[in-house]
Nanobody
Framework: QVQLVESGGGLVQAGGSLRLSCVAS????????MGWFRQAPGKEREFAAA????????YYADSVKGRFTISRDNAKNTVWLQMNNLKPEDTAVYFC????????????????????WGQGTQVTVSS
């Protein structure tokens, strides 16, 4: 099991940027695929971005592609989500998630592929 703690959320104007951080503890972070999901009020949780444990392949939802960047530093047990050109529709609670699945069974955009979740951090984008 991995414990995940997100930070970096806040209130920003449209067009602004935020950088979310997720610090992991408990197991070997470098062996985990990591993802960011988000949930807006009244909506289901949706995939935003993911990065595999090796070779560090990255994946993005179409809605954030070109604006968000996911990265990780295994030495710091940390994964980041850099969010640029934010839009009001990006407003949501953002969750960090970890998956210990192999490349053969890991579905990066499916919540069921992730075993551990953080508590979430609120991102609010004003127009």
């Amino acid at each position: 099991q991995v414990q995940l703690v997100e930070s970096g959320g806040g209130l920003v104007q449209a067009g602004g940027s935020l950088r979310l951080s997720c610090v992991a503890s408990g197991r070997t972070f470098s062996a985990y695929n990591m993802g960011w999901f988000r949930q807006a009020p009244g909506k289901e949780r949706e995939f935003a971005a993911a990065i595999t444990w090796s070779p560090g392949s990255t994946y993005y939802a179409d809605s954030v592609k070109g604006r968000f960047t996911i990265s990780r530093d295994n030495a710091k047990n940390t994964v980041w989500l850099q969010m640029n050109n934010l839009k009001p529709e990006d407003t949501a609670v953002y969750f960090c998630a970890a998956s210990g699945r192999s490349v053969y069974s890991f579905r990066y955009n499916r919540a069921y592929s992730y075993d551990d979740w953080g508590q979430g951090t609120q991102v609010t984008v004003s127009s």
